[in-house]
């Protein structure tokens, strides 16, 4: 295969990609029609003047007879006046008036052949475009259909399921550290409290010991340290009377 052949080829394909990217259906079957309506209308002219062809040589052919049969009557008057040349001579000219007749009824049943043609031909493109004009609708229809598909499925292709899912993942992964986080800083406050008492308590036991110390140097006995939990009588009055003085109220309340 030669050079230019390949070049040849290859520009056609690249000129046939191109159309069938640039044919829009909605548009190529408008334009469908528009081609069609135009050979009806171009039709229709050609009907039209075959008709007229029609009825010009219909008029010519009865013309040509209606000569024709005038120069038979005269014929047949100058044979009976016994003008035999004249009569000859009527006849020669009935002979060309029917010449001319049968040329015209020749060419009118020519004529008549093809109006009835352009009528077939004519009625045929009519159910053509009508057809065509329902079928444009239904695949206009289907077009759009079929478009609107494609824009839905680049739009759902465009959509990130797994996207979605991880970030609903990482948020809740947060919430759970906020949540541990959370957790974590109570336990730490309610450590911190019982640290505190334990630290009163513990303060208690060395100011005992402290005292117990002191008394043993000096010789003085040492006070006797209550077990924990445990005051001397003296100072649970108070606290009886005021547990006594707070039933008082509730039972008022």
Do not use: C, H
């Not at 949540?179 to 730490?188: F, H, K, V």
């Amino acid at each position: 295969m030669g050079l230019f052949d390949r070049i040849s080829r290859l520009v056609r394909a690249n000129l046939n990609d191109l159309v069938n990217k640039a044919e829009d259906p909605e548009k190529i079957l408008e334009q469908a029609i528009l081609d069609m309506q135009e050979d009806l209308v171009q039709l229709r002219q050609a009907v039209a003047q075959s008709i007229a062809n029609q009825k010009r040589t219909e008029q010519q052919y009865n013309q040509a007879m209606s000569q024709a049969n005038q120069w038979q009557s005269r014929a047949e008057l100058a044979l009976r006046k016994g003008e035999e040349d004249l009569a000859r001579e009527a006849l020669q000219r009935k002979k060309g008036y029917m010449e001319t007749a049968n040329t015209m009824k020749l060419t009118l049943d020519q004529t008549l052949g093809q109006v009835d043609a352009l009528k077939r031909n004519l009625i045929q493109l009519e159910s053509k475009i009508s057809e065509a004009k329902t079928k444009k609708n239904m695949l206009k229809a289907r077009a759009q259909a079929a478009k609107a598909n494609e824009q839905l499925q680049g739009l759902l292709g465009n959509i990130n399921p797994s996207g979605a899912s991880a970030a609903f993942e990482r948020m809740e992964e947060k919430v759970l550290t906020l949540e541990a986080r959370s957790q974590a800083a109570a336990e730490l406050g309610g450590s911190d409290l019982e640290s505190k008492f334990a630290a009163l308590g513990g303060a208690n036991d060395v100011d005992d010991e402290l005292m117990a110390l002191k008394a043993q140097i000096s010789g003085a006995p040492a006070p006797q340290s209550l077990p924990p939990g445990q005051t001397t009588a003296k100072s649970s009055i108070p606290v009886d009377d005021e547990l006594e003085a707070l039933k008082k109220e509730l039972e008022k309340m």
